[in-house]
């Protein structure tokens, strides 16, 4: 993997080159072995924080790996276009505004034990940006070879913490243009429903029943590129043990299988309806 400035990342994009890059201060890495009309997201899959944080931060480290999405990079690492974030989201949000992407406290607990300087949130808001002038460019570039795109926007969640049945899967597509994709979404709730898990763990999927699809991530996409549809899709954490801190790699193998297969078969089908 090389590590490349934003601009180079840019420049190879606009010319339509392959490779696989870290950006210049390891915030996120894209990898592009072919330029599909599809692309796989895990904008939450990392968990480092910038090491000069680590002394005011009052959340433990398993704290911020709770909240994260682990492994939700390995389970899309196959497919030709992947861009994940590497820094928690305890350091900046990615699925957040810019405005939003810095927490004071998360999930009611105070982050910080003293105010961050301006400085320190320059820093952390230079790295979201760059993230999303790379997205533009990526989707701009994809939208000029197949006039339209599909992004799959990977996520977990912590199902434990619900008080009720919930799906293995939820899809959340309030900001999405239902008239226009909702097949298409109908047909990938469908394909989620039918994976198979190892250990007799369900497969059931939903739309909108945990999650609604409001992240700043789908909704930048949207915005700025209509022929590109963004399907957040949320596992619940079935493939670890929340509470511990341990990851099932069976479970990991096992979905990243079927999904290597299910995605490009799925996006071929948006393809041929939409192109």
Known sequence: MQKLSLSQIIDKIES?????????????????EEYTPYVCAAVHDGHKLRKELWGNCL???????????????????????????????????????????????AWGKPLWKN????????????????????SRALIKKLESLHN??????????????????????????????????????ESWRQSLSEIQLPNDLPSSAAINDTFYGNGYFLKF?????????????????????????????EVVRAIAKELEVRIPEHAASFMEKHR
């Open 148 to 185: 339209i795109c599909i992004v799959y926007d990977m996520h977990s969640y912590n199902w434990k913490r619900w008080p009720r049945e919930i799906p293995t899967w939820n899809l959340g597509t309030q900001n999405i243009d239902n008239q226009r994709f909702g097949e298409t979404v």
């Open 59 to 105: 959340h433990t480290p398993y704290e911020r790996w709770y909240e994260d999405d682990p492994a939700t990079k390995e389970m899309v690492a196959n497919h030709p276009i992947v861009i994940a974030g590497l820094d928690s989201r305890f350091e900046y949000d990615l699925n957040r505004a810019p405005e939003n992407a810095i927490y004071e406290d």
């Open 221 to 249: 996409i949207t915005s700025n590129f209509k022929n590109t549809l963004v399907l957040a899709t949320e596992v619940a954490k079935i493939y670890c043990d929340e509470y511990e801190q341990v990851l099932f790699p």
């Open 115 to 134: 105010p961050l300087s301006e400085e320190m949130k320059s820093k952390s808001l230079a790295k979201h940006k760059a993230f999303y002038d790379v």
């Open 16 to 32: 339509a080159q392959l490779f696989e890059a870290v950006i210049d201060d390891y915030s996120f890495t894209l990898k592009v």
